[in-house]
């Protein structure tokens, strides 16, 4: 324990999740790897949403929650989901993935299915795409424009699917600004 953390404690670890309005399942198994870390700045800096990258050891994305599959790219490289309080829950499989026009990828839902936690959603031949894309790390990201987002708390380490891995908590109304 560091001099500092035995100051002003862990915040992450002091964090309920109990109070989280949503609980979010990993879409698959890996280690989690911080966003910052992920080769797209658009993802790295945060500026469609907060989230989790995961370096996969299983080739089945699964819904992350209850909720709709509300967009899936023709590739089947990505999806999301969007939950009943309305956020938006995207997951993407690797980055330079555009050139593979879908090869490799599956996508095992469609648009306005409704999903629970864990149903697979697209699976992906690893042995396909690692060797040709620029990164098969996947991310879930809480997309910022569909709800009004406090803050995100997430695991670290490695995961397994299914496993709780990220918390969101939702802005209330006295504290939108």
Not at 23 to 34: D, E, I, N, T, W
Request: charged share 20%; aromatic share 4%.
């Amino acid at each position: 324990m560091s001099f500092l953390t035995k100051i002003f404690g862990n915040k992450a670890e002091d964090l309920s999740h109990d109070e989280a309005d949503l609980a979010l399942a990993a879409p698959l198994s890996g280690s989690v790897v911080p966003l910052e870390d992920v080769p797209d700045p658009v993802i790295s800096e945060k500026i469609a949403g907060d989230g989790i990258a995961i370096d996969p050891e299983s080739n089945t994305v699964c819904s992350p929650c209850d909720g709709t599959v509300c967009r899936l790219l023709s590739s089947g490289t990505a999806v999301a989901v969007r939950a009943a309080c309305g956020l938006e829950i995207y997951i993407r499989v690797g980055f330079g993935t555009a050139g593979l026009t879908g090869q490799g990828f599956e996508a095992l839902k469609a648009v306005g299915d409704s999903v629970k936690a864990g149903d697979p959603l697209l699976s992906f031949d690893p042995s396909v795409n690692l060797r040709q894309q620029q990164s098969a790390l996947t991310t879930m990201i809480a997309i910022r424009s569909t709800a009004a987002i406090e803050r995100v708390t997430s695991a670290s380490g490695k995961v397994s699917s299914g496993d709780p891995c990220m918390w969101i908590y939702l802005k209330r109304p006295e504290n939108q600004a």
